[in-house]
């Protein structure tokens, strides 16, 4: 499931991260990647350790714990810390690869993460940088991603994916990982189809009608049956 998760992201939210940024020190990108994405990755990244680290991910992980949307469609078991990356100058793309299945946990020996579910979040405006889409090639093909700040886009960890190219500007992100509660991209997405359909069948009739009722039991005994907690 390819998904745009909209304003997951306060203004206020953004605009104090863009200024933390905007004075940071960025590092080679190709110090958390693995020996096939390294030959293909050119971008700068927050570095592991930076003061301003903890504070920017706790910002982007507050935002997601309220926001409904990216609950319903990740069902999020755990979230890997999110980094935070650039994309100018000379150090402005990164090519076709596929991410690393298991992630280890930064500062928890031997803690190991699958990744499900993989995240970016747009830190910059569209008209701030030309190029930078995210290219997502799913059953339907290319899908080519540049979203409004404060947005975010969800897609399954299998994805062959790229950046392309910042030729002015420069792209800022936070990206992440997440273990879902149902490993299966299939499953997850008709949980999230059952939930969106359940949502708006509750604002037409109320939440004690039968059918309502019904139906929020077989999502939950579906989501029983395949959830990993």
């Given at each position: 499931?390819?998904?745009?998760?909209?304003?997951?992201?306060?203004?206020?939210?953004?605009?104090?991260?863009?200024?933390?940024?905007?004075?940071?020190?960025?590092?080679?990108?190709?110090?958390?990647?693995?020996?096939?994405?390294a030959h293909a990755k050119n971008n700068e990244q927050l570095a592991q350790g930076r003061p301003e680290l903890p504070g920017l991910?706790?910002?982007?992980?507050?935002?997601?714990?309220?926001?409904?949307?990216?609950?319903?469609?990740?069902?999020?078991?755990?979230?890997?810390?999110?980094?935070?990356?650039?994309?100018?100058?000379?150090?402005?793309?990164?090519?076709?690869?596929?991410?690393?299945?298991?992630?280890?946990?930064?500062?928890?020996?031997?803690?190991?993460?699958?990744?499900?579910?993989?995240?970016?979040?747009?830190?910059?405006?569209?008209?701030?940088?030309?190029?930078?889409?995210?290219?997502?090639?799913?059953?339907?093909?290319?899908?080519?991603?540049?979203?409004?700040?404060?947005?975010?886009?969800?897609?399954?960890?299998?994805?062959?994916?790229?950046?392309?190219?910042?030729?002015?500007?420069?792209?800022?992100?936070?990206?992440?990982?997440?273990?879902?509660?149902?490993?299966?991209?299939?499953?997850?997405?008709?949980?999230?189809?059952?939930?969106?359909?359940?949502?708006?069948?509750?604002?037409?009739?109320?939440?004690?009608?039968?059918?309502?009722?019904?139906?929020?039991?077989?999502?939950?005994?579906?989501?029983?049956?395949?959830?990993?907690?």
């Amino acid at each position: 499931m390819l998904l745009h998760v909209a304003q997951v992201l306060t203004p206020q939210e953004l605009a104090g991260m863009r200024e933390t940024l905007a004075g940071a020190s960025w590092g080679d990108g190709r110090a958390t990647s693995g020996a096939q994405s390294a030959h293909a990755k050119n971008n700068e990244q927050l570095a592991q350790g930076r003061p301003e680290l903890p504070g920017l991910q706790q910002t982007v992980l507050t935002a997601l714990n309220r926001h409904a949307t990216f609950f319903s469609a990740a069902l999020p078991r755990r979230i890997l810390p999110p980094m935070f990356n650039r994309y100018a100058g000379a150090a402005n793309a990164f090519g076709n690869h596929i991410d690393n299945a298991i992630r280890y946990l930064p500062g928890r020996q031997g803690e190991r993460v699958r990744t499900d579910i993989s995240c970016t979040l747009f830190l910059a405006e569209p008209d701030e940088y030309d190029g930078g889409e995210l290219v997502i090639e799913d059953t339907y093909g290319a899908q080519r991603v540049k979203l409004p700040a404060g947005d975010m886009v969800i897609y399954p960890g299998t994805s062959v994916h790229r950046v392309e190219p910042v030729t002015r500007g420069a792209r800022l992100a936070s990206f992440f990982w997440v273990e879902s509660m149902v490993r299966s991209d299939e499953q997850r997405s008709l949980l999230f189809a059952m939930d969106m359909h359940l949502m708006r069948l509750r604002e037409t009739v109320g939440e004690t009608e039968a059918a309502v009722i019904g139906l929020t039991g077989t999502y939950h005994n579906l989501l029983r049956l395949w959830a990993d907690v």
